[in-house]
T-cell receptor, first 113, second 116 residues
Framework: KAGVTQTPRYLIKTRGQQVTLSCSPISGHRSVSWYQQTPGQGLQFLFEYFSETQRNKGNFPGRFSGRQFSNSRSEMNVSTLELGDSALYLC????????????FGSGTRLTVV | DQQVKQNSPSLSVQEGRISILNCDYTNSMFDYFLWYKKYPAEGPTFLISISSIKDKNEDGRFTVFLNKSAKHLSLHIVPSQPGDSAVYFCAASDGGSGGSNYKLTFGKGTLLTVNP
């Protein structure tokens, strides 16, 4: 059974640019969540999508956005990149069974220069 | 305001002994707690979870204990193995409608090193 796939694995962008990250969840999982991991802040929740609808949103500025497609694949976009956006961005998919936990992808390492 | 705290950034134990990882939380609305393990350059891997209506859940070498009155949970690994060396994250969810996987709040992690 294929896991959660994130592309690309590594990305270098310049301040002011925008970036789009992609996530393919485990087959059959309809919930997709995104997290940002930085050394100082740990793992922070960005947003969660279920059946193409954003169901939860974390405390990030509007420059961070996402969407989910009918096949449950998800993308997140960051516009007007800042140096502080450099982080590991993790996507996770989940079934709806309580306590089942997320399955995370390996992440996209974004570096903003 | 950190709602989930892992106060020990690191822990070192000998192979075969018990590892105890601790986590404290402040939000009494949390109804599910989960532990994840993370190796470098990989995403976190789900280990074990516990509902707030329970005080213990066991899965093989891993046991999670929940003390609701103290708002404290712990992960016990017995016996510890060198392959357990990783960063362990505690996470909590306030569930929303019908699920435990929504909007997890993570602690900052504890690096466990198991020495052969």
């Amino acid at each position: 059974k294929a896991g959660v796939t994130q592309t690309p694995r590594y990305l270098i962008k310049t301040r002011g640019q925008q970036v789009t990250l992609s996530c393919s969840p485990i087959s059959g999982h309809r919930s997709v969540s995104w997290y940002q991991q930085t050394p100082g802040q740990g793992l922070q929740f960005l947003f969660e999508y279920f059946s193409e609808t954003q169901r939860n949103k974390g405390n990030f500025p509007g420059r961070f956005s996402g969407r989910q497609f009918s096949n449950s694949r998800s993308e997140m976009n960051v516009s007007t990149l800042e140096l502080g956006d450099s982080a590991l961005y993790l996507c996770a998919s989940s079934s709806t069974r309580q306590g089942s936990g997320y399955t995370f992808g390996s992440g996209t390492r974004l570096t903003v220069v | 305001d950190q709602q989930v705290k892992q106060n020990s950034p690191s822990l070192s134990v000998q192979e075969g002994r018990i590892s105890i990882l601790n986590c404290d939380y402040t939000n009494s609305m949390f109804d599910y707690f989960l532990w994840y393990k993370k190796y470098p350059a990989e995403g976190p891997t789900f280990l074990i979870s516990i509902s707030s209506i329970k005080d213990k859940n066991e899965d093989g070498r891993f046991t999670v204990f929940l003390n609701k009155s103290a708002k404290h949970l712990s992960l016990h690994i017995v016996p510890s193995q060198p392959g357990d060396s990783a960063v362990y994250f505690c996470a909590a969810s306030d569930g929303g409608s019908g699920g435990s996987n929504y909007k997890l709040t993570f602690g900052k992690g504890t690096l466990l090193t198991v020495n052969p």
